[in-house]
């Protein structure tokens, strides 16, 4: 659904940004309409930095005690559109950034998302799922054997005559 709605979205959007920041500028003025634009692409890299860090030393930790990091890397990519969105002007995208940098909304919105994501890895209890048309082939230890290559006839080069 979203994908067939995306160009209408990268055509509202820009017309939504320019509404507001002209309702905005009415109410406070060019200048603190500007000043507040600043403050938050400041704001939005503070934000990403702090909220950054911590989140990839929740995933380290995760992955140090053998856990499944799933809900740590959606909380960081959520950050980082978070940030993404703080950095583009305007105060629609500011709004929507600064609601990703709750992690109330992002525990919801992994709660909502890990009831519809199958994690397949090979100690997960899904099991490992090799694709079909894979050419890979996955030899145990006792199955794989080295064997000397026969001996032929050794070959000519060109400057060999």
Known sequence: MIPRLAPLIFILMPLIEIAVF???????????????????????????????????????????????????????????IAGVLLFLPGFVTDAIGLVLFIPAVRDFAWRYLASRIVVVTPNGPQGYRRPRDSRTIDL???????????????????DDR
């Open 140 to 158: 145990d230890a006792n199955e794989y054997a080295q064997e000397e290559p026969e001996e032929s006839a050794p070959r000519r080069l060109r």
């Open 22 to 80: 002209v309702i905005v500028g009415g109410e406070i003025g060019a200048l603190a309409t500007v000043g507040l634009v600043i403050a938050t692409t400041i704001l939005g890299a503070i934000l990403l930095r702090v909220q950054g860090f911590g989140i990839m030393t929740r995933l380290r930790e995760s992955m140090e005690q053998g856990g499944r990091p799933g809900r740590e890397l959606v909380h960081g990519f959520m950050v980082m």
